[in-house]
């Protein structure tokens, strides 16, 4: 079965320095990866996915991950945090290999301060 | 194009009695999957349903139920709630079964509040 392990369950960053949410996880066959974010009070918004190709995926609102196979990781980046970008981010991962439904983390809490 | 719209989005209910939640999906999506999302669980996956028809069900009781109809709107029911059933129901459609590349999209929850 697949899973998923957002280690850190807040990450403080300064305005305009960059910004590191960190993802693991765990499939069978190939990984499909997908990071959402969450407002208050909102429903999940998709920011980015990774299926195959490039190992650096490139997102909404300026933000990108990396899939690294060996460490099977997915962490999420921004290169200059905005205090808008503070919210809820979930990574997920679904089993490339059959139908299965998608996994998600526990999410990390992400506070840019001005 | 409307986006996934979940009713209603804010309930109350006691111990022991029951709830439908309702979902209508991004039209043209056939796949609809619900989650619940508490503060310390995160997304629970409940179930998905594509063209009517359960295609993956999560670990929850048999309290939990739900359904899709011929035009893809989905319901999804709490029978004998407990305390702990107290979360944000959040609905995700998508336009292919959920076994795919493609993301889902999420409305904006129904929050149950069981006192």
């Known amino acids: 079965a697949q899973s998923v392990a957002q280690p850190e369950d807040q990450v403080n960053v300064a305005e305009g320095n960059p910004l590191t949410v960190k993802c693991t996880y765990s499939v069978s066959g190939n990984p499909y990866l997908f990071w959402y974010v969450q407002y208050p009070n909102r429903g999940l918004q998709f920011l980015l996915k990774?299926?195959?190709?490039?190992?650096l995926v490139k997102g909404s609102y300026g933000f990108e991950a990396e899939f690294n196979k060996s460490q099977t990781s997915f962490h999420l980046k921004k290169p200059s945090a905005l205090v808008s970008d503070s919210a809820l981010y979930f990574c997920a991962v679904r089993d490339g290999a059959g139908n299965t439904p998608l996994v998600f983390g526990k999410g990390t809490r992400l506070s840019v301060i001005a | 194009k409307a986006g996934v719209t979940q009713t209603p989005r804010y309930l109350i209910k006691t111990r022991g009695q029951q709830v439908t939640l309702s979902c209508s999906p991004i039209s043209g999506h056939r796949s609809v999957s619900w989650y619940q999302q508490t503060p310390g669980q995160g997304l629970q996956f409940l179930f998905e349903?594509?063209?009517?028809?359960?295609?993956n069900k999560g670990n929850f009781p048999g309290r939990f139920s739900g359904r899709q109809f011929s035009n893809s709107r989905s319901e999804m029911n709490v029978s004998t709630l407990e305390l702990g059933d107290s979360a944000l129901y959040l609905c995700?459609?998508?336009?292919?079964?959920?076994?795919?590349?493609?993301?889902?999209?999420f409305g904006e929850g129904s929050r149950l509040t069981v006192l």
């Open positions: 349903y594509f063209s009517e028809t359960q295609r």
């Open positions: 995700a459609s998508s336009s292919r079964l959920a076994g795919n590349t493609g993301e889902l999209f």
């Open positions: 990774y299926i195959t190709g490039d190992n």
